[in-house]
């Protein structure tokens, strides 16, 4: 029986590739502590879905091991599933089903009793909003509607840990904020969750901690305070009055006190210096200047965001997706999975 | 009436996937329909054929007794075909995957779909049996 202080998630040194020798994971290791929100980012094709395939038993790891709720997902990955809730990117519901028919199979499968799981589907479309969507097919639900009901599918049998591939891809912001609120709840009631998203602000807000993760590789983990502070709490942007003087002015703010990281920018970008109070340094930033002889056109100050944070360091240059190759071979491996290692 | 019972897996999946059938109209019509469009179609076109020396050789009393097995082994490739299809859509739009993750036996997913295909494969020949009638 896994003890109840072990992570409710533990990855060590996770490696996947794929048949075509495509690495998508590159030796992965963190924890996830029980009652955490964790959300897990990076750029697309950065192996967060091949991670997260692997935790909810989809996917074999190549090498290394996970642990779920104590329960190692390769060799008892029948007790791990009893423990999960998974939605993935795609809206897996069943498009000829009603929505209250949809939860009830959901909890069949999951081993509820008859009636206690036409409870569970009548409370979980109260909390979901999707009463007056009960005896609709999910097919003609708007898309917003049917994301909803895929979520709560994942938590129809009160899973354990709760797996969300970017689970508000796809909602308008009041379903965004509902959702959120509904993970902080879940959050508070004792489960984790592990999450996959692309709205970093939301993950700023939400996310007890997350980790970057950047060509199959763990770049950073933290809380979202701590990451932001790495890069300098603040964030000085300064327009220059004229370009030639860029030079001159990225040399004058490297004695900026309190200063983390200065990028110098290209042409008509702003010199930007990160720095631990944004407030306190913007004085000086004017002095140092003036000093110089540099004129300023605007100086902007913000707080660092977890954008910053992301781009530091996963850099600024958008990424290509996966190749259909690898998208067939994952829907294969999906399918097979039991078959590889 | 309380029916605080254990559902099967696979008896739950069947379910399924029979409802799925059942609400998709075109796919019960053209279910229905094929067999006997075929039955009318083959054996007026060859009803002639009955009346050869050849095939009273083969010992048909009719060109219909002829026809009528290699339609349903037909009819049954026609179900699996579907079938195949529905599971592909399963794969497609992450229910497979939901499916995958759930505790139930591997078995459970397949029994479900033959269980559902067996029932509509039933309903087929009854579909052109009546129309023989």
Not at chain 1, 34 to 41: A, D, Q, S, Y
Request: net charge positive; aromatic share 6%.
């Amino acid at each position: 029986m896994p003890a109840q202080a072990a992570p409710a998630i533990e990855a060590e040194d996770l490696v996947k590739v794929y048949p075509g020798g495509e690495t998508a994971l590159g030796g992965v290791s963190f924890a996830v502590r029980r009652g955490e929100i964790f959300g897990f980012l990076g750029p697309n094709g950065s192996g967060k879905t091949t991670a997260v395939r692997i935790l909810v038993t989809l996917l074999r790891a190549t090498r290394g091991a996970a642990r779920v709720a104590g329960f190692d997902t390769a060799r008892e990955a029948h007790r791990v599933r009893r423990v999960i809730g998974y939605a993935g990117q795609s809206v897996g519901v069943d498009d000829d089903l009603t929505s209250s028919e949809n939860l009830a199979v959901t909890g069949f499968i999951h081993g509820l009793r008859h009636d206690e799981s036409w409870r569970r589907t009548a409370e979980l479309l109260e909390v979901f909003s999707l009463a007056d969507a009960g005896n609709i097919r999910a097919g003609r639900l708007s898309g917003g509607l049917r994301r909803r009901l895929d979520l709560a599918q994942a938590l129809v049998h009160r899973p354990e840990v709760l797996f969300l591939d970017e689970p508000t891809t796809g909602l308008d912001p009041q379903s965004r904020n509902a959702l959120w609120d509904q993970l902080r709840g879940l959050s508070r009631d004792g489960t984790t969750v592990f999450l996959t998203t692309q709205y970093l602000e939301e993950a700023d807000r939400a996310c007890d901690r997350v980790a970057i993760l950047d060509g199959g590789r763990l770049v950073r983990v933290g809380t979202p305070a701590s990451l932001k502070e790495e890069v300098g709490g603040g964030r000085l942007a300064v327009t220059l009055r004229d370009e030639a003087d860029r030079p001159r002015a990225t040399r004058a703010l490297g004695s900026l006190p309190g200063l983390v990281r200065l990028e110098p920018g290209g042409a008509s970008e702003p010199v930007v210096a990160y720095v631990r109070d944004a407030r306190a340094s913007a004085a000086p930033v004017v002095g140092l200047l003036s000093a110089e002889g540099i004129g300023v056109a605007a100086l902007d100050q913000a707080q660092a965001s977890l954008d910053d944070v992301f781009l530091r360091y996963t850099g600024d240059r958008p990424r290509a997706e996966p190749s259909l190759a690898g998208a067939v071979s994952s829907v294969f491996a999906a399918a097979h999975g039991r078959r590889r290692r | 009436m309380s029916r605080d019972v254990k559902v099967n897996a696979a008896v739950a999946l069947g379910a399924r996937n029979l409802l799925r059938n059942l609400r998709t109209p075109m796919l019960v019509a053209a279910s229905l329909a094929q067999p006997v469009i075929w039955l009318v179609l083959f054996s007026q076109i060859f009803r002639a054929l009955a009346g050869t020396a050849a095939f009273q050789r083969l010992g048909y009393q009719s060109y219909l007794a002829f026809f009528v097995p290699g339609m349903v082994v037909l009819s049954m490739l026609f179900t699996a075909l579907q079938s195949g299809m529905a599971t592909v859509t399963d794969i497609g739009s992450g229910m497979m995957d939901k499916l995958l993750i759930s505790p139930i036996r591997r078995s459970a997913i397949l029994a479900g779909r033959v269980a559902a295909d067996a029932i509509t494969m039933l309903a087929r020949p009854r579909s052109s049996s009546a129309w023989r009638c």
